[in-house]
């Protein structure tokens, strides 16, 4: 079954996950370039990774609910792509 993923997330200044349940799919992790501040996702080894303002990337047949971002409040994290 193919699923649209579609997610704007909010960032605070604790990790939070992209999902709260496990979600298999190919996705466009985006940073929109109006952020103030660099999105930290909490690296495979628990180090901060930064995403700053434009940076995007894709990720292929990723767990969304293994991926956790924090950053400056209110800056925004962008989530698209599906389960295909």
Not at 16 to 45: E, H, M, R, W, Y
Not at 46 to 52: A, H, I, L
């Amino acid at each position: 079954m193919n699923n649209v993923v579609m997610r704007k997330i909010v960032l605070t200044a604790n990790y939070q996950p992209v999902s709260t349940q496990p979600v298999i799919a190919s996705v466009t992790v985006s940073c929109p370039p109006t952020n103030q501040g660099a999105a930290l996702f909490k690296g495979d080894d628990g180090s901060d990774v930064p995403f700053v303002a434009g940076e995007y990337h894709k990720f292929n047949g990723i767990d969304l609910s293994s991926l956790q971002v924090k950053g400056t409040p209110g800056d925004v994290v962008t989530i698209v792509g599906g389960s295909w």
